[in-house]
């Protein structure tokens, strides 16, 4: 399962939605870079469905995004990998 996580502009929380694919969940991706690319001028709103939960759907106008990032969330364990960057010092 791979995440998609968005940070909003004067939000203290990020959005998330679950894919299976990580296809699916580079293809949102790419769209939104894409719109935060744009002009700010412009107000595309973007709708986001979630696998993990049926019924979630998020629509977020595109110039509001500051941030946006994918993490795969691992079944071993119940964990996930930490999203953002990290550095591994051994």
Do not use: H, W
Not at 32 to 60: F, G, H, T, W
């Amino acid at each position: 399962m791979y995440s998609l996580e968005i940070s909003l502009r004067y939000s203290p929380f990020p959005l998330s939605i679950q894919k299976r694919e990580f296809e699916d969940v580079k293809r949102i991706y790419d769209e939104i870079k894409s719109s935060m690319n744009e002009s700010l001028e412009s107000s595309n709103l973007i709708e986001l469905k979630c696998e993990k939960v049926q019924d979630k759907l998020i629509a977020v106008r595109t110039k509001e995004i500051i941030s946006v990032q994918i993490y795969e969330k691992s079944s071993l364990a119940g964990g996930s990998k930490k999203p953002g960057f990290s550095l591994n010092i051994d």
